[in-house]
Every structure is written in C-alpha cells, then in structure tokens.
C-alpha cells in the first residue's frame, strides 16, 4: 500500500514568488491535513481538508492557501513567499481525520525561500 | 488553547538499556488522543504509540509503552531494550475530539534520543 507521497522533496524560490506543493493521501483516506515544521516555532497546524472542504485552519496569514480535489489529493500555495515561509512542509493524510485512526505523514516539502 | 510541553531537548540511552521521555500537556477538554511521533532524518513522521484519554489502561507497541496520567495530565513515552534505529527526534502531540477543535495535532517541541553503543 503506497504512503503519502508530497512533491516535490526540495524546493528554493526567491523573495515575492509564489509556490505550490503537492501531497498524494493513501488511497482511500478522505482527510489530508498539512503542518509547518521550523527550528524556531516547531510544528505548527496550517489547515486540514476533508471531501474538498476545509474543514480547520490554522493560525496563518491569507498567503497560505489550500485545496483538494475530488480524488483527495491536495495542493497548498504559497503567494508573495517572505524568508521566514523556509520551512518543512508535512502533509499527513487519515480516512476520515478522526483522531481514532491516526494520521500517517508524507516525507515532506523542504522550502527555502532566498 | 491545548499546549504540550516536552521538557527535555536532549536525551541518551545506553543500547539495551530503558529510556522515559516526558511530556505534559493542559486542556480542558475530557475526551481527546495522545500520540508519540518518531521523526529520524528522513524526516517522515511516524506514529510509535496512541493513547485514548478515556481508556485507562496505558498503550503498549512492542518495545514501547506510555504512563498516561489523566489527572496529572502526563504522558510519558517508555522505550525498552533501545535500539540504535530508534535514534530520532520524538514529539509528543495532542488531538481533541471536540468538532471545534478537533482534526488538528498540536505538538510539543520534541526530544532528540541519542543511543550509544
């Protein structure tokens, strides 16, 4: 049974560009959610979606954004990126994003914005 | 809000030997989850142990256990007979089961473990 699987695994934009990054749930699980990992502010909740809808969201500036589509897989962007968005991007995806199943996690997205 | 606290940046263990990683956490809510997440340098996060809160008797995987301590609101992570492959950073995270809050992990600051030979 394949994993989640996010694209790319590195990343480096500039200063002002914007950045897309994709994430692949395990087939069958309706619940994608992504987090921020940075060495000053830890693992931090940006949103989480389920059947295309956004279900929670996290503590971020509108520059971040998400979607996901009708066979689960979920994009999140990035708009006008500042170097404090360098960090790695988890995505994590669960049947129904109950807490009873857990969540498995991707590998990641490292980001450095330059 | 929910908080967890890991109070031990570092830990080192012997191979073999047993090893407690701490973690505390404040919530309001009665029924939530508790979970230990082993990040290694591949930086995958992967799930060790789960604990529901209104289930009383501690989790077990294996090699790995938890001490939940509801009133205390505690929830250590034990590892026996320790391996090198479970070299990693550990992070203890909390997940609510209110609509409101709920479907979100919040994490502590994590545990780096170091075993030696």
């Known amino acids: 049974k394949a994993g989640v699987t996010q694209t790319p695994r590195y990343l480096i934009k500039t200063r002002g560009q914007q950045v897309t990054l994709s994430c692949s749930p395990i087939?069958?699980?309706?619940?994608v959610s992504w987090y921020q990992q940075t060495p000053g502010q830890g693992l931090q909740f940006l949103f989480e979606y389920f059947s295309e809808t956004q279900r929670n969201k996290g503590n971020f500036p509108g520059r971040f954004s998400g979607r996901q589509f009708s066979n689960s897989r979920s994009e999140m962007n990035v708009s006008t990126l500042e170097l404090g968005d360098s960090a790695l991007y988890l995505c994590?995806?669960?049947?129904?994003?109950?807490?009873?199943?857990?969540?498995?996690f991707g590998s990641g997205t490292r980001l450095t914005v330059v | 809000a929910q908080t967890v606290t890991q109070s031990q940046p570092e830990m080192s263990v012997q191979e073999a030997e047993t090893v407690t990683l701490s973690c505390t956490y404040d919530t309001s809510e009665s029924d939530y989850y508790l979970f230990w997440y082993k990040q290694p340098p591949s930086r995958q996060m992967i799930l060790v142990i789960r604990?529901?809160?209104?289930?009383?008797q501690n989790a077990t995987e294996n090699r790995f256990s938890v001490n939940f301590q509801k009133a205390a609101k505690s929830f250590s992570l034990k590892i026996s007979d320790s391996q090198l492959g479970d070299a990693a950073m550990y992070f203890c995270a909390y997940m609510g089961t209110l609509t409101g809050g709920g479907n979100k992990l919040t994490f502590g600051t994590g545990t780096q473990l170091k075993v030696e030979l």
């Open positions: 087939s069958g699980h309706r619940s």
């Open positions: 604990q529901e809160a209104y289930k009383q």
């Open positions: 994590a995806s669960s049947p129904n994003g109950g807490p009873a199943y857990g969540y498995t």
